[in-house]
Every structure is written in C-alpha cells, then in structure tokens.
C-alpha cells in the first residue's frame, strides 16, 4: 500500500502520541484537514478508532522506511 507523504507525516505524528491539533500546528494544516485525513486513512484501512489505525499501520509497515515507495 502506497500513501502519501503528508498522510505518512501524520501517521508518524499519530504514532507519537500527538492530538490532531498538534499534528496539524507542525505540519503547518489546518485542525479540520488532519481530523479529514486520519478519517479518510481509518476508511481506506478498515478500521475504527485511533488504537485499531495504529495497530494496522504498524502491521502493514507503513512507518518502515524500506516498506515506503514514495
């Protein structure tokens, strides 16, 4: 699975126990897209709630850097 880098950024951000409010301060978004996109990555990836997305993201790689394509 390919995502993009923004998406990774936060998943990354997600990963360390940032709040969306903060994801979004850092990467310079606005509160609302970030809420959007981790909306958006728990529908593509079949999951409900924060701990199901970590849990998936991390079996599936995608926070490995040799896993990514981008």
Avoid: F, W, Y
Wanted: net charge positive; aromatic share 0%; proline share 1%.
């Amino acid at each position: 699975m390919q995502i993009e880098e923004t998406d990774h950024k936060i998943l990354e951000l997600l990963n360390e126990g940032l709040a969306d409010a903060a994801i979004a301060r850092q990467l310079g978004l606005s509160h609302r897209t970030v809420q959007r996109r981790v909306g958006n990555l728990m529908a593509t990836l079949q999951v409900k709630g924060r701990l199901a997305l970590g849990v998936k993201i991390h079996e599936l790689g995608l926070l490995n850097p040799q896993d990514r394509s981008n």
